[in-house]
């Protein structure tokens, strides 16, 4: 899909690509024939660039049409480079600005807590954005609201977009942030289904609280030359470079 639209992000892609497998698989509750069910859990990208993997997540369990994906990022497709909602089934919110999903997060499971729902409301983040005031904000509304309903996940994979997380701005010790702000927090490697799965079928992590679940990942994660290259944040692959990375990820290389 990137390579076709001569697009960005395909090394943010595939660090979330687990992450987003294990959710659609074996976590969230959803009806692809019943976009709008009212039961279904939320779920917000607000790392809004790596849209790419969401609709083809989504493909795949069914909300579009596989042919969708064709159009990827092409003038007057349905399928944006950020994450877009509007006649996108599957897609909660339009995301793409740093820093609103785990606020707008917050607002759907405040709405559920409210109304004695019982979805739960999904969010993940990138490391990046967690720079972001607004984040911080959000971090302290859900305890304070007592939001066990929700969980939000960052994609910990140590880049963005100018540099290395510890030389823009340090964000470690994270997991101790966010338990000082009184969530409920699990480290492990975002790439480890079977870690995830474990992790993301006993919510919440400590009860009462909103869990944050710190997932440690590669940026380019399975493609040799992609795994932890900032460039590969905005460069599309060649024909040659796509063909390669096409056989390492399945194992043809």
Known sequence: MVHRARASHVGTCLSVADILGVLYSDVLRFDPAQP???????????????????????????????????????????????????????????????????????????????????????????????????????????????????????????????????DVLELAPLADKWRAFRWGVQELDGHDHAALRRTLTALPVEPGRPTMIIAHTIKGKGVSFMEGDLAWHYVPPSDEQLAAALAELTGDA
């Open 36 to 166: 709008a069910w009212p039961d279904r859990d939320r779920f917000v990208l607000s790392k809004g660039h790596g849209g790419a993997a969401l609709y083809a997540v989504l493909a795949e369990r069914g909300f579009f049409p596989r042919r969708w994906l064709d159009d990827y990022c092409a003038n007057e497709s349905r399928l944006a480079g950020h994450a877009t909602h509007h006649d996108v089934p599957g897609v909660e919110v339009s995301t793409g600005s740093l820093g609103h999903g785990l606020p707008l997060a917050c607002g759907m499971a405040l709405a559920g807590k409210r109304d004695g729902a019982s979805y739960r409301t999904f969010a993940l983040l990138s490391d990046g954005e967690c720079d972001e005031g607004s984040t911080w904000e959000a971090a302290l509304f859900a305890p304070h609201h007592g939001l066990d309903n929700l969980v939000a996940i960052v994609d910990y994979n140590k880049i963005q977009s100018f540099g290395s997380v510890a």
